[in-house]
């Protein structure tokens, strides 16, 4: 077991209101993704606002971006969960409930076993990805990074 965990940090502004019926569809689903999200391999942790998911938590200005927050073993099992289970039916179906993002929307990082970074942390390595690009401290899944390349030995 690695002494290293992957952090995920995302964001999505909604075409409508949550309570709408727009949403309603995304809404249903929220419970069972999170379910198979905590039953899959590889997931250690998710952040946890009202109504057990995030949704409450509007941690930017505009209160039509909503975040989704988690920890993993690894890229491999988040990716796993991410687009070959029931989720990726729901990535599929992301337009219908939010509108397209023209800048990073994603981070991972790798963080120590055990420590769970804060939102405003997680917000700050999505910031970095916007500014800089992928780098060892903050990349998404088309330009991935190492345990070893963000903390080498030596």
């Not at 790798?110 to 500014?131: F, H, T």
């Amino acid at each position: 077991m690695s002494n290293y965990h992957l952090a995920q940090f995302n964001y999505a502004r909604m075409v409508a209101p949550l309570d709408s019926p727009i949403m309603a569809g995304f809404v249903a689903g929220l419970d069972a993704l999170n379910v198979l999200a905590e039953l899959s391999p590889g997931f250690v942790w998710r952040h946890v606002g009202e109504n057990n998911n995030s949704t409450s938590v509007r941690p930017y200005p505009d209160e039509m971006l909503i975040i989704n927050y988690s920890i993993w073993q690894d890229i491999e099992t988040l990716k796993h969960y991410t687009y070959k289970t029931v989720h990726g039916k729901f990535m599929v179906r992301r337009r219908e409930w939010f509108e397209k993002v023209h800048e990073a929307y994603l981070v991972m990082w790798w963080v120590p076993a055990g420590y769970i970074p804060s939102v405003d942390e997680a917000k700050a390595k999505l910031a970095c990805l916007q500014q800089h690009g992928p780098t060892p401290a903050a990349f998404h899944f088309r330009t991935p990074f190492s345990v070893a390349d963000a903390y080498p030995i030596g």
